[in-house]
């Protein structure tokens, strides 16, 4: 069935960089717009990067700008956040997030499909000399 499986987490050096990858199946990919969350222990789950369906299009939450990039390739179903100049405040749980558009919903809900997003199980970040 649906799954977003991420990869790519694990521990790095202040400064240094790594790559997350969320591989979907299960579902349309292209239809849905991607987005990266963290949290971290004792903390509210985050935005940190979000971008469209056909990649047209993306957002960042400040504390990241400058230093990740949010990518997608719907020929491989797959979503990515470069991270780069890693601070320690980016430890954290990433969580691998599709949404639906409004538009699909409404299609969807029509033809009596409730379209709902979908999470993956997260990978940890360590940021850490």
């Known amino acids: 069935q649906v799954q977003l499986v991420e990869s790519g987490g694990g521990l790095v050096q202040p400064g240094g960089s790594l790559r997350l990858s969320c591989a979907a199946s299960?579902?349309?990919?292209?239809?849905?717009?991607m987005s990266w969350y963290r949290q971290a222990p004792g903390k509210e789950r985050e935005l940190v990067a979000a971008?469209?369906?056909?990649?047209?299009?993306?957002n960042y939450a400040d504390s990241v700008k400058g230093r990740f990039t949010i990518s997608r390739d719907n020929a491989k179903n797959t979503v990515y956040l470069q991270m780069n100049s890693l601070k320690p405040e980016d430890t954290a749980v990433y969580y691998c997030?599709?949404?639906?558009?409004?538009?699909?919903?409404?299609?969807?809900?029509?033809?009596?499909?409730?379209?709902?997003?979908?999470w993956g199980q997260g990978t940890q970040v360590t940021v850490s000399s």
């Open positions: 971008i469209t369906s056909a990649g047209g299009s993306t």
């Open positions: 997030n599709a949404r639906p558009y409004p538009a699909l919903r409404l299609v969807a809900g029509m033809a009596g499909v409730d379209l709902d997003d979908y």
């Open positions: 299960g579902f349309t990919f292209s239809s849905y717009a």
